[in-house]
Structure formats: structure tokens, C-alpha cells
């Protein structure tokens, strides 16, 4: 029996989809989605032994998002990254009590629509991966159970006052690691990281909702920063920096923590979070004069965005060194090649990173 390794492997293999194709179905997304849901409206009164409609506005969420994955992925063959981020669709839906059924269906459905509105000879090219995916569907199905669990009893520890919602214990708690010897970037690293990472998952595990994982994300953003407010910054260099996050995405905390980092590190640092489309950033970047810009990339289906963004920055302003952070731009790393100047894939780099940059290019 194939194992998710072998499955990705062999996605590897898939073939190439053309630009015209990709460009179709970008224009076209917003009614293959609405032709999917109405599918699933139309043909099933019933999903997991309750009524659609009572799921159905989860399930459209869970639609859009498969598409502009699926967007991303046609655009730049991210196959093995399209194993990925189906798994994680069929876990999450899974832990809410969706079965084999809906999976298979859902996939059909995305068939049906594309060869309903795209003609045939594009539309054979798009849906090539979604029958791979169909073909494979029981590897996904048998291999959807989480079973990661935090290491230490200091993140334990963590995890549970970020649950209560005790935005101050919490903070007291993770700066009291600073009198233990411990560097604010360590505590980051090794105790934040992995709890708002185990956030993540109970979420995924339906053993939280959406509102205590919003919380525990806003009051980890409390703590980076009386974390950093800590420590004396250390003396002033004649670099300055852009830091946020591409158009559309959500996960800050990465971006929120190498801003802090920097300015720690003696940077001018200009922070414009995230929630910026590509036009007001490159209008900051046009006024600020940074000499890197850092951006975070964690969401596949962003990463049509972060390449847009790079390259009118490229053309904007060529002297600016642009820095990408963030598990999709490490998914898309060989792409990304040829537009930015570094990947990284820890945002402790972040400062050595573009140092090394800049004075190796002075």
C-alpha cells in the first residue's frame, strides 16, 4: 500500500499546467466555487448524519480555500505541497466528522465544475492532480489522526495559561524565563513557537474554537512584546527595514516577532502587520526608503500575491534586498530564487541574514 511519501513523490511527476489553463481557472474560481457548493446543496439534504445546511457555511469557507490552494499550486507545481495542504483538509474536516464520502464528492465536484465551464482542453489539464488526488484518496483518508504533543513542561505550562485566556500570568510566566538565563529570541524559538503552533492543531483536532485560538494568538503578541521590552536594544546601525506581512495573510506572530528582533538587534524598523494590499506597501516602501524589506509567507494560496508584490518591488525600487520568511515561501524557495535575495527559514537569521546582504554587496 502507497504511504503519504511515496503519494507526494509521485505527484512530483504530474504534469505542468499551462498558462492560458492557469489563467482561466484564476478567472473562473469564483464560479467554480459557487458551482461546488451548489452541487453539494442540491444533491446532499444529509453530511456526517446532520443537515448540510447547518455545515454548509463552514463547507463553503473550506471550498474557497481549496481553490485558491489549488490556484497557487497549478501556477507554480507545488504537487507535493497540494498533498500537504489536502491532508490537512481531510483532518480537520475529519475531527468535525466528515468521512470518506465527502472527501470524494468534494473532488468530483471540483471535476464536474471544471469541465462544466473550462473547455475541454484546458480543463483535462486542471483536473489532472484532482484525480490524482481521488486515486490516492484512501492514503489521505487513513492518515489524518494528529498525534504531536508538546516536549517540555515549560510549554506546557504556557499552553494552558494562553486556554484560561490569563493574558498577565501568561506573560509573567514566559518573562520569567528571561531570570533564567534564557534570550527573549530563545523563548520565542523554543517555548512560543511550538505552544501557538499546538494552538494551531488543537483547533485543527476540534478541540478548541476559532475564538480561543484568536486569543491565545493576541495575547502571544502581548508577550513578544513586553518580552523584547525587556532587554536594552543594543546601539543604533545605519540600516533600516520594511517588515509585515504579503496581501492576505493572516499569520502575523512570524512577522510581529522579526520586527521586534530587528529593533533589539539596533534597526530602524518600519511595521506595517498585515491586512496591506500590494499598492500601500509599495507606496510605504517608496516613502520609508528601507534598505530590506521582510516579508512573512505562511497561507500556499498567498503566495500569487507575495510573487506579484516582489516583483513590482524588483522593478520599483532594484536596491532594495527583500527578504522572505514564512512555510510557504520555504514551499516555494526554488521559485522564489530569482525574485528575492534571501528565504529564510528561521527568523533568528533575519538580522545576520541581511547584513551579510548588504555588506557583501556594499
Known amino acids: 500500500m502507497d504511504t503519504l511519501d511515496k503519494v507526494k513523490s509521485a505527484s512530483e511527476d504530474l504534469p505542468s499546467i499551462s498558462d492560458f489553463s492557469n489563467e482561466k481557472f484564476y478567472q473562473l474560481l469564483p464560479s467554480l466555487v459557487q458551482l461546488v457548493n451548489e452541487k453539494f446543496v442540491i444533491e446532499d439534504k444529509f453530511c456526517c448524519g446532520q443537515p448540510l445546511n447547518e455545515r454548509m457555511r463552514m463547507l463553503k469557507d473550506f471550498h474557497r480555500d481549496f481553490g485558491e490552494v489549488l490556484s497557487a499550486v497549478y501556477r507554480f507545481k507545488l504537487y507535493p505541497a497540494l498533498m500537504d495542504e489536502f491532508l490537512w483538509l481531510v483532518s480537520t474536516l475529519s475531527y468535525r466528522g466528515f468521512k470518506r464520502e465527502y472527501f470524494e464528492k468534494m473532488l468530483n465536484a471540483w471535476i464536474i465544475a471544471m469541465h462544466g465551464i473550462i473547455k475541454p482542453i484546458n480543463s483535462d489539464e486542471l483536473i489532472q492532480p484532482l484525480r490524482f488526488l481521488v486515486q490516492h484518496l484512501d492514503v489521505f483518508v487513513n492518515n489524518w489522526e494528529i498525534s504531536d504533543k508538546l516536549e517540555s513542561d515549560e510549554q506546557k505550562g504556557l499552553l494552558n495559561l494562553l486556554l484560561e485566556k490569563r493574558r498577565r500570568d501568561a506573560m509573567e510566566y514566559a518573562v520569567s524565563f528571561i531570570e533564567k538565563g534564557n534570550s527573549p529570541d530563545d523563548i520565542c524559538h523554543d517555548t512560543l513557537m511550538p505552544v501557538i503552533k499546538q494552538i494551531g492543531l488543537l483547533w485543527q483536532k476540534n478541540e478548541i474554537n476559532v475564538t480561543d485560538e484568536h486569543a491565545a494568538t493576541y495575547i502571544t503578541k502581548y508577550i513578544v512584546l513586553r518580552l523584547f521590552d525587556r532587554i536594552s536594544r543594543k546601539p543604533t546601525?545605519?540600516?533600516?527595514s520594511l517588515v509585515g506581512c504579503v496581501p492576505g495573510e493572516?499569520?502575523?506572530?512570524?512577522?510581529?516577532?522579526?520586527?521586534?528582533?530587528?529593533?533589539i538587534e539596533g534597526w530602524s524598523v518600519c511595521y506595517v502587520g498585515h491586512g496591506a494590499p500590494v499598492e500601500d506597501i509599495l507606496e510605504i516602501i517608496t516613502k520609508s526608503s528601507p534598505d530590506v524589506v521582510f516579508l512573512s509567507n505562511t497561507l500556499i494560496s498567498k503566495l500569487p500575491l507575495a510573487v506579484e508584490l516582489s516583483k513590482?518591488?524588483?522593478k520599483m525600487a532594484p536596491k532594495v534586498k527583500i527578504i522572505m520568511g514564512g512555510?510557504?515561501?520555504?514551499v516555494a524557495k526554488d521559485m522564489f530564487a530569482k525574485l528575492v535575495d534571501a528565504v529564510i527559514d528561521d527568523y533568528r537569521k533575519a538580522h545576520f541574514e541581511a547584513i551579510e546582504i548588504l555588506e557583501g554587496n556594499a
Do not use: K, M
Open 237 to 240: 546601525i545605519p540600516y533600516s
Open 250 to 263: 493572516e499569520h502575523v506572530l512570524g512577522a510581529d516577532i522579526v520586527a521586534s528582533h530587528l529593533e
Open 312 to 314: 513590482r518591488l524588483r
Open 327 to 330: 512555510h510557504a515561501a520555504l
